[in-house]
């Protein structure tokens, strides 16, 4: 009897192991959609900047995953990149003792899309 039920546990085991295999690259997608459209949602919001337009075109996203142990992770780094005109974002956001911090946070993207991304991953998980 024990042999029928490890036999059963193994047989349940690898049909996850193969599930959390294939839902890497789904999590993915979902992850990368969210992080285009906070993205769009940087750039409109800087692009409406009178000083800090020119920032706009810095903002992109860069993608990672990985995984060992059974584990594993998506995750998306969003927002201007280092050197000119992305430099300036900082003072866009947050400002100086001089001025500056007219571009909304960039929090607020973030906050607007991660009930979508909720959804979708939540739905994704009621599939598998």
């Known amino acids: 009897m024990a042999d029928v039920f490890w036999q059963g546990m193994d047989e349940f085991i690898a049909a996850l192991e193969g599930k959390a295999n294939a839902s890497q690259g789904e999590v993915s997608k979902v992850i990368e959609r ?17 000083h800090f337009k020119q920032v706009a075109q810095a ?40 001025g500056g911090g007219t571009v909304a946070d960039p929090r607020g993207a973030l ?13 994704f998980a009621v599939d598998i």
Not at 38 to 44: F, T, V, Y
Not at 111 to 123: H, I, Q, R, S, T
């Open 59 to 98: 903002i992109s996203y860069d993608m990672r995953s990985g995984g060992a142990f059974g584990g594993g992770f998506v995750e998306a780094e969003i927002g201007p990149t280092k050197g000119s005109p992305g430099s300036l974002a900082n003072i866009a956001y947050f400002g100086t003792s001089r």
């Open 34 to 50: 969210g992080a285009n459209n906070i993205k769009r949602q940087l750039r409109d919001e800087m692009g409406q900047s009178r």
């Open 111 to 123: 906050e607007a899309e991660m009930p979508n991304v909720e959804k979708f991953l939540g739905d």
